[in-house]
């Protein structure tokens, strides 16, 4: 019998797939590699088709079985799924740090890379040499023994120290509660916050009453709607003292000296890779290319942005002392009587624009603008194999030409991971017989089930998430490139991978393509023009106090990881003092410790890469004012888009990709004027 995981179908066999085929296709797929890449060192090869290409080739077929796997692990969870991922995850890792640390493999690459063959590989080839050759030196491979040894043992404190780092914020995080029996406290929350409030006193054993937490769906709804000021400021005294020295748990969870060891770990790190310091070590994989570049990105948005922004925070007061009294408004005032001001202004519920949005008008919209704007038909075929009822196959298409594919599995449901994101099935690259293995995507949402029968009716914010993982899935699905390494999203550095996901969002925001994927349930009528730019100016609500938080924290990272120094004892708060003295237009307390908590940056996968959020969201601004230049549906402009950015993937330098789209370096500007900031007022 043979794996069905194991199988040669362009799709996997989704019948006849069940956990029990997970392990032992992972252990045969781990065994073969191995044993392939013994033999190739051992004959000595060298060349792309005696070394890359068979490893390509061995790798691709990895990722195909470990697709599916990982898919069913968001998709279709269970107890038993959860034991056996866990234990997957395990035998990978190891297999890539082997892979990663294997000095032999590692020669034999450089090797080639320096042969005069080596020397002639272009393109695609080119770059996903150089990569392969760029991930082992940051693996530490190419150091002697002795500092190789020092950088596995800096790497394993590093994970410890993080892990330690998240333990902390999440035992202070649920360490704190607050218990309140008289619900005239909690004045001015909606029903289903006082519910969920009530359901968590019940969860923690109290007979009655309701119970606070500092978790994300308590948190929100109190400071944006408790009309308690000193309940406010309790809670968000105890949120901004997390897992620090200050505040109602002070220095049980205490991350301060934490921080201080990751930091010096990285710098660490960086140094023995020659790097001056870890900021320059996180952007060895990116597309902006130097710690300065960053910098001034950020303080060039920062400058434009700050009159705005303080503007914005001078109305917002002058609201609360006419309408409210209020002499001060301090941090925990914020998104309270912000939530009061846009209510007055302009309150659009996400609710109310629902019946306009019913699902199958929606896909067929989406379906329309990508046709128009990228030449592409989109066919569903009901014929192929899927894991569960809900979920739908659709063929992607030009000139009755069949290139790729995607499954789509839209609604909520038990043992689904609750978010949208967009995965790959099947990378595409050139087989071993000369045919082409077709780019096929996964992409998984979680809106509301149909009732009866009866289309489901999205949010707008929901239209928009589809268009942002439709983005991802065209970045995924039109690519050209036959070398998986760069092929697709493969390869595309972190700070470029939302760039054709926000880009396609603008078409949920434009008059004339909401004609497309908009129409009313019962009276067929497309959303009005007086909603969507009632829709716009509540977008705008505040923008450029937004962009100063994210350009505050991006700031304090990229700064704090480039200067850090355990000689010279960095002071972390000073750093984000100095940070905030340029850019906020409200300090907080000085107990605060945001940093305490920032697992982004100390914990995940964001160290002095925090800017990467702007830095897309400038590309996709940018690229998309060019459709605004020349109307939204210019062919033109698509096929260009299609060519310079979606076909080619991580292929080509990510800078000299833009500028062939774009004819010029990225500007900020169109983020700004999309965002509402008026750009024109800095005389
Ligand atoms: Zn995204």
């Not at 023995?272 to 910098?295: G, P």
Request: hydrophobic content about 40%; overall charge negative.
């Amino acid at each position: 019998m043979v794996n069905p995981l194991l199988s040669d179908n362009a799709l996997p066999p989704f019948d006849e797939i069940s956990i029990e085929h997970f392990e032992p296709a992972i252990d045969q797929v781990l065994q073969d590699n191995r044993l392939l890449i013994d033999k190739l060192l051992s004959d000595g090869a060298d060349t792309w088709e005696s070394l890359v290409y068979p490893l390509e080739t061995a790798n691709d077929r990895l990722n195909n079985v470990w697709s599916v796997i990982s898919h069913y692990n968001g998709v279709l969870n269970s107890e038993a799924l959860r034991e056996i991922y866990k234990k997957l995850i395990g035998k990978l890792t190891q297999y890539q740090t082997e892979v990663g640390q294997n000095k032999a493999l590692y020669l034999a690459y450089r090797h080639l890379q320096e042969s005069e063959a080596g020397q002639k590989l272009e393109g695609p080839q080119r770059k996903a040499l150089d990569n392969i050759l760029r991930d082992f030196t940051l693996s530490g491979v190419g150091l002697d023994d002795q500092d190789k040894q020092r950088f596995s043992e800096l790497k394993q404190t590093l994970s410890s120290l993080t892990n330690h780092f998240s333990e902390n914020v999440l035992d202070a995080t649920q360490g704190w509660t607050r218990h309140i029996v008289n619900a005239d406290e909690l004045q001015g929350l909606p029903d289903s916050a006082m519910a969920l409030l009530s359901s968590f006193a019940t969860e923690q054993a109290y007979d009655n009453g309701y119970l606070l937490t500092l978790d994300a769906p308590c948190y929100q709804p109190v400071m944006t709607y408790c009309d308690s000021r000193e309940l406010r400021e309790e809670l968000y005294q105890a949120y901004m003292t997390r897992a620090s020295d200050q505040g109602p748990h002070a220095g049980k969870w205490d991350n301060s000296d934490n921080i201080q060891q990751i930091m010096a770990t990285r710098q660490k790190l960086a140094t023995l890779l020659s790097f001056d310091n870890y900021a320059e070590r996180s952007l060895a994989t990116k597309m902006a290319s130097s710690v300065d570049e960053v910098v001034d990105f950020l303080e060039q948005l920062a400058g434009k942005s700050m009159a705005a922004a303080r503007q914005q925070f001078d109305a917002l007061q002058a609201f609360a002392a006419e309408e409210y009294g209020l002499s001060q408004l301090e941090m925990w005032d914020i998104p309270y009587y912000s939530e009061k001001l846009r209510q007055q202004l302009f309150d659009v519920s996400q609710e109310a624009l629902k019946p306009y949005f019913p699902v199958s008008v929606v896909l067929n919209g989406l379906f329309q603008v990508v046709a128009r704007l990228f030449e592409v038909e989109i066919e569903e075929d009901a014929q192929v194999q899927v894991w569960h009822s809900d979920v739908r196959y659709y063929r992607l298409s030009r000139s009755s030409k069949a290139f790729a594919g995607f499954y789509l599995d839209l609604y909520a449901r038990k043992h689904k991971r609750g978010g949208a994101w967009m995965g790959d099935c099947r990378v595409r690259r050139r087989l071993a017989d000369g045919t082409l293995q077709q780019p096929v995507a996964f992409l998984t949402c979680n809106f509301t089930p149909p009732v009866d029968g009866k289309d489901s009716l999205l949010t707008h914010d929901e239209v928009t998430t589809l268009f942002h993982e439709f983005g991802h899935g065209l970045h995924h699905m039109l690519t050209k490139i036959e070398v998986s390494d760069v092929s697709g999203i493969s390869g595309v550095p972190w700070d470029v991978v939302e760039l054709p996901s926000q880009f396609l969002e603008n078409w949920c925001w434009q008059e004339e393509s909401i004609r497309l994927i908009s129409a009313h349930h019962e009276t067929g009528e497309s959303l009005p023009k007086a909603l969507l730019d009632k829709m716009l100016t509540a977008k705008h609500f505040q923008s450029a106090m937004q962009m100063m938080r994210q350009l505050e924290f991006a700031l304090f990272d990229i700064t704090l990881h480039r200067d850090f120094s355990e000689l010279a004892s960095t002071d972390v708060l000073a750093v984000l003092d100095a940070v905030r003295e340029k850019v906020s237009v409200k300090i907080p307390p000085a107990y605060a410790r945001f940093s305490h908590s920032f697992s982004h940056i100390f914990a995940g996968g964001y160290a002095a890469g925090y800017y990467s959020y702007k830095w897309a969201e400038v590309l996709a601004a940018d690229a998309f004012s060019k459709f605004e230049e020349q109307g939204i549906f210019n062919l033109q402009v698509g096929r260009a888009f299609r060519e310079h950015i979606l076909e080619v993937g991580g292929s080509q330098d990510a800078m000299e990709m833009f500028v062939a789209f774009r004819g010029r370096k990225p500007s900020v500007e169109p983020l700004l004027v999309q965002s509402g900031i008026d750009v024109g007022i800095q005389s």
